[in-house]
């Protein structure tokens, strides 16, 4: 069961900046590193964002990461078409993993 | 490179076991924690179960445990997960992971619980 609550979608225009938010609790995102990834359909997740805003190699820059407290946002700047998919962060809390809601990214 | 195969996947009825295998090559598998996570039609992702690189610490989502058990062999470069007394909502796409980051994902198995 999700602990994580993200918006279900957010949409924009080529070349904009649209960010996903990731609200949790102390126990959650206020005590761990959080992370992104990114799923397209019937493929498997890739990481996105790690320790709260670091990219693996390959991750385009357009792609950030911050926390604040309990909550965490992505944010993907200069928009493009293949950007178009859903968005999971998660956390550890406690001895259990959380995922958030996911959020699909719509191009418009 | 790194690469997670999973396998074992099927259909099976409410009640029934099944048992799924990861298979990891491109890096050094006793080095690392791994996790199962699933994903049920149409939905988001749900993490099950973690096991550090020697076993000593496991740990599961309270919708599997008592259910579930993660096992690994390290000689095999091996993942396993052991699914019992298996229920409608268990159906899902299920990925291994290498832990720390959940850096790299197989490409999942189907598990469909159904009679």
């Known amino acids: 069961q999700s602990v994580l609550t993200q918006p279900p979608s957010v949409s924009g225009t080529p070349g904009q900046r649209v960010t996903i938010s990731c609200s949790g609790s102390?126990?959650?995102?206020?005590?761990?590193?959080v992370y992104w990834y990114q799923q397209f359909p019937g493929t498997a997740p890739k990481l996105l964002i790690y320790?709260?805003?670091q990219r693996p190699s390959g991750v385009p820059d357009r792609f950030s990461g911050s926390k604040s407290g309990t909550s965490a946002s992505l944010a993907i700047s200069g928009l493009r078409s293949e950007d178009e998919a859903d968005y999971y962060c998660?956390?550890?809390?406690?001895?259990?993993?959380?995922f958030g809601t996911g959020t699909k990214v719509t191009v418009l | 490179q790194v690469q997670l195969v999973e396998s074992g996947g099927g259909l099976v009825k409410p009640g029934g076991s099944l048992r799924l295998s990861c298979t990891a090559s491109?890096?050094?598998?006793?080095?690392?924690?791994m996790s199962w996570i699933r994903q049920a039609p149409g939905q988001g992702l749900e993490w099950v179960a973690y096991?550090?690189?020697?076993?000593?610490?496991?740990y599961y989502a309270d919708s599997v445990k008592g259910r579930f058990t993660i096992s690994r062999d390290n000689a095999k470069n091996s993942l396993y997960l052991q699914m019992n007394s298996l229920r409608a909502d268990d159906t899902a796409v299920y990925y291994c992971?290498?832990?720390?980051?959940?850096?790299?994902w197989g490409q999942g198995t189907l598990v469909t619980v159904s009679s």
């Open positions: 992971a290498r832990e720390g980051s959940l850096d790299y």
């Open positions: 491109g890096f050094i598998f006793s080095d690392y924690y």
């Open positions: 096991i550090s690189n020697s076993a000593s610490t496991i």
């Open positions: 102390g126990s959650n995102i206020g005590s761990n590193f």
């Open positions: 320790r709260n805003n």
């Open positions: 998660a956390a550890w809390d406690d001895s259990l993993k959380v």
